[in-house]
């Protein structure tokens, strides 16, 4: 029998999701290391200001941002669709405005529709068709009736 491989994790749509890189001995995730890197640029201005102020405690600025970013950018939510942060933050934002959204697209309204059953009887059958005794039919004592099992 031919051994057969799953090539999903290699070719599917989270291909590179847990493609690694090796930063100073260390292996991040490629996404862990652009949101990182990112993080680490947009930390410069605010990194400059503090360091103005406060001298070397400017260095306390960037893990700070980096940190922030991951925990917005990289981390999902534990419960529910496992969305990442960023975009649960947007689809609040969004469905306060009316529409709810998931997972970044608008959930349509709910349409009520009403089915019934309508039976028209043709003019022959109607004047020939011998009249039906309603069906009868026993209960158990203590059996649960259909309006017991719908409510």
């Known amino acids: 029998m031919p051994h057969v491989y799953s090539l999903t994790r290699l070719t599917g749509r989270r291909k590179n999701e847990e493609r690694r890189q090796v930063i100073f001995t260390f292996e991040v995730r490629r996404y862990a290391l652009i949101v990182s890197a ?3 640029v947009a930390s410069v201005p605010v990194t400059a200001l503090v360091m103005l102020v406060s001298g070397p405690g400017a260095l306390l600025v960037p893990p700070v941002f980096i940190v922030a970013g991951l925990v917005l950018w990289d981390w999902r939510q534990r419960r529910g669709m496992r969305l990442r942060n960023f975009q649960a933050i947007l689809d609040t934002r969004r469905s306060a405005k009316g529409v709810l959204y998931a997972a970044g697209s608008p959930i349509p309204l709910p349409q009520l529709t009403m089915h019934q059953a309508v039976t028209v009887p043709s003019s022959t059958a109607h ?4 009249a039906l ?5 026993r209960r158990r004592r203590g059996a649960p009736t259909m309006r017991d099992l719908i409510t």
């Open 38 to 40: 990112l993080s680490a």
């Open 133 to 137: 005794a309603p069906a009868t039919r």
């Open 127 to 130: 004047e020939t068709a011998p």
